[in-house]
């Protein structure tokens, strides 16, 4: 089974510095799907950025780029030029292409609660 | 357009009772999702439904089925509700099952049980 891994429960970052949030997984696939979700006090998780394994470039939305190592298993998200909006819970979750009759779901870390101070 | 829609917004059931949480997904989404978020956690996998049939389940007991309906509207039923049920369930719904596409989430019902 694939597993998540987020070791820090909580980060802080002061306005319009840069923070690195750390993920590593756990799979025997080779095919499969990386995402960071963003959850607000608002409760509706949002989704921030996307990679696919089989892509070796980083992925990059705005102020959000990835790192990611297939071979370390690891997936960490950097928050460039932070802003107080971007205070919330993050969860690094897995994917795996779907199988012939088998569900495609999203395995969650147990996030990283991200303070932004001025 | 609508998001993903989930009702009730908030719930206080009672042990042993029987809640329905409802689910409408974006239109045009096929794949509907239920996850269940206990306060500290990350989300687990409850069910997934495509096209109207079960794709898969978490490890989850009996006591708790779903289903999804024509419209690709669904209901997450859970029987004989233990305080260890307190939870947010969400919702997220996918055009296809295939692709990259991370699931379009809901803003949840939070449920309590006392």
């Known amino acids: 089974a694939q597993t998540v891994t987020q070791s820090q429960p909580e980060m802080s970052v002061q306005e319009a510095e840069t923070v690195t949030l750390s993920c590593t997984y756990d799979?025997?696939?080779?095919?499969?799907?990386l995402f960071w979700y963003k959850q607000p006090p608002s409760r509706q998780m949002i989704l921030v950025i996307r990679?696919?394994?089989?892509?070796?470039q980083n992925a990059t939305e705005n102020r959000f780029s990835v790192n990611f190592q297939k071979a370390a298993k690891s997936f960490s998200l950097k928050i460039s030029d932070s802003q107080l909006g971007d205070a919330a819970m993050y969860f690094c979750?897995?994917?795996?292409?779907?199988?012939?009759?088998?569900?495609?779901?999203?395995?969650f870390g147990t996030g990283t609660r991200l303070q932004v101070t001025l | 357009d609508a998001g993903v829609t989930q009702s009730p917004t908030h719930l206080i059931k009672t042990r042993g009772q029987h809640v329905t949480l409802r689910c409408s997904p974006i239109?045009?989404?096929?794949?509907v999702s239920w996850y269940q978020q206990v306060l500290g956690q990350g989300p687990q996998f409850i069910f997934q439904?495509?096209?109207?049939?079960?794709?898969g389940r978490g490890n989850f007991p009996d006591r708790f089925s779903a289903r999804q309906f024509p419209n690709y509207s669904s209901e997450l039923n859970v029987n004989a509700l233990l305080l260890g049920d307190s939870a947010l369930y969400l919702c997220?719904?996918?055009?296809?099952?295939?692709?990259?596409?991370?699931?379009?989430f809901g803003s949840g019902t939070r449920l309590t049980v006392v």
């Open positions: 997220a719904s996918s055009p296809i099952l295939e692709g990259n596409y991370g699931y379009t």
């Open positions: 799979t025997s696939e080779s095919d499969y799907y």
């Open positions: 990679q696919e394994a089989y892509k070796q």
């Open positions: 979750a897995y994917r795996s292409p779907p199988h012939t009759g088998t569900a495609s779901k999203l395995t």
């Open positions: 239109s045009g989404h096929k794949s």
């Open positions: 439904y495509y096209e109207k049939e079960e794709r």
